[in-house]
């Protein structure tokens, strides 16, 4: 009984690792203004956000950052960005400043380094029951219809 409990927080201590070792996730950027208390400051930042729309993983960057000033520069930075350069740059602990110039470099120099790439296993795909998905009706079904 020890082995297995022991076998089970092994294995639950090395899934949650590996989840939380990705270093970088998509953040909407309007969450980024939760970061100020004074309601002015909140309500100007709000305003930045929207017109600027920064992109998803670069608010997750920039969110890190410490300094108000270095903050708005981040969320500043306009194009499309190499999601896994973004990482490197999340992954490294670096100071604000550090952050902002990796963040600049972090711009795609190519369309292809935009996209992550999808590694899809095919014998398992293939192995895998896949439901049907039927088009009968339109409108709100109940999951008891089983489409």
């Known amino acids: 009984m020890k082995k297995q409990a022991r076998l089970l927080c092994v294995l639950t201590i090395g899934l949650f690792s590996t989840i939380t070792a990705k270093g970088l996730e ?10 100020f208390v ?7 930042c709000d305003d930045k956000i929207k017109k ?5 993983y670069l608010a997750e960057l920039c969110g ?4 108000t000033n270095l903050f708005y520069q981040c969320i ?16 490294n602990e670096i100071t ?14 190519a369309p292809s380094e935009v996209y ?6 095919r014998a398992e795909e293939k192995t895998q029951d896949t439901p049907v998905v039927k088009k009968q009706k339109t409108g709100s079904t109940r999951l008891s219809e089983r489409y």
């Open 26 to 35: 998509a953040q909407n950027p309007a969450t980024l203004c939760d970061r």
């Open 38 to 44: 004074v309601e002015q400051e909140k309500n100007q």
């Open 52 to 56: 600027l729309s920064p992109d998803w």
């Open 64 to 67: 890190k950052q410490e300094d």
């Open 76 to 91: 500043e930075i306009k194009g499309k960005f190499s999601v896994s350069k973004l990482e490197d740059c999340s992954k």
């Open 96 to 109: 604000d400043k550090g952050r902002l110039k990796c963040a600049t470099e972090a711009l795609a120099k």
């Open 116 to 121: 992550q790439t999808a590694k899809i296993n």
